[in-house]
């Protein structure tokens, strides 16, 4: 889920995280988080999903692939494991794990079904599957909530309700249909569309205050990601323009490649000081060793290991 990887890295790197150990845990932890939201949505909504043909085979329960105690069974296997991993990272990172977790088994869960009440779909989804994530990774790294925290929140929220407000629009004729009340049947489609366009609008107003007010990341970890985005799109795009779309079919070929791309580049904002401090290291040991100390008496290499101290350097100045 390259959402989740985005979401992650921005906690960790508004917090001024390191790689270490908590990273990788801490992704993790996010991704069973994010997994058993989907697992307990599909076993909660099997019966409303084999009415909709566009579901019914989506959907393992529905489609028969898989029995619904099985499904209940996996779906709390991966919540289990997934507060295990963020016991080991602290109190505040279990804290928000555990909110991530209840709040996705009472999205779905039909006693309660938080996606079944207008406006509280929008909040509970877009803490859900975003802004809890970016919160964990976060307090895994500091316990003080800096100035660099709040424009990256808004900015996922945002984006994280825009996801919603368009999954129910896609799925609103089936929705009907199976008698879910959501944001987008209360509203009406216009409406819905309306306010789906202003999220979209304020996530990137957001994102445009995380890179110049707070400066979060580096320009270049925005021309990556555009760049990797654009190639991902070029086919997408080419058949989009064979045909006039609605709003839920003009946008869909965007979504995941930008997500690859923001993902990709803040991948490498991350773990790019650490692998060049890796390479820096392993080079000097090899320097220092007897084959590397003959080879480095010579004039021409040790003008090489200038060099390469220098570029070492601008490196850094890079993240």
């Known amino acids: 889920m390259w959402f989740v990887v985005v979401t992650t890295c921005l906690g960790a790197i508004a ?17 069973l988080a994010v997994g058993f939201a989907f697992m307990i949505n ?4 099997a019966a409303d999903d084999a009415l909709d043909p566009a579901k019914v085979n989506r959907n393992p329960v529905s489609a028969g692939i898989l029995a619904p105690r099985a499904a209940y069974i996996a779906s709390f296997v991966v919540a289990a494991l997934s507060a295990a991993l963020f016991a080991t990272l602290g109190r505040w990172p279990f804290i928000v794990g555990m909110t991530c977790l209840v709040i996705a088994f009472l999205y779905s869960w039909r006693p309660v079904r938080l996606k079944a009440i207008p406006f509280v779909d929008l909040v509970s989804h877009a803490f859900m599957l975003a802004g809890l994530q970016m919160i964990a990774s976060y307090v895994t790294f500091a316990t003080v909530l800096g100035p660099r925290f709040y424009w990256p929140l808004a900015m996922v929220l945002a984006i994280s309700a825009y996801g919603e407000l368009y999954n129910e629009l896609r799925d609103l004729d089936g929705d009907l249909k199976a008698g879910v009340t959501h944001t987008a049947s209360r509203l ?10 202003a ?3 304020f996530g990137l107003f957001a994102a445009v205050a995380s890179l110049f007010f707070v400066q979060l990341v580096p320009l270049w970890v925005v021309g990556l990601s555009a760049g990797v985005a654009a190639l991902l799109l070029v086919r997408p795009v080419r058949r989009q323009r064979r045909g006039r ?13 930008v997500e690859i791309g923001a993902a990709l580049a803040l991948s490498v904002r991350v773990v790019g000081p650490a692998l060049n401090t890796l390479a820096t290291s392993l080079i000097n040991t090899l320097l220092h060793s007897p084959l590397g100390l003959l080879v480095m008496s010579s004039p021409w290499t040790q003008q090489v290991q200038r060099l390469w101290q220098m570029q070492t350097e601008l490196i850094l100045r890079l993240f």
């Open 15 to 31: 917090a001024y995280g390191t790689v270490d150990w908590r990273l990788a845990v801490v992704l993790l932890a996010n991704e």
């Open 245 to 257: 779309g609605t709003f839920v079919t003009t946008q869909a070929p965007f979504h995941k490649p």
């Open 188 to 197: 009406g489609a216009d409406i819905a569309r309306q306010l789906a366009t």
């Open 199 to 201: 999220f979209a609008l």
């Open 42 to 45: 599909d076993v909660e909504d």
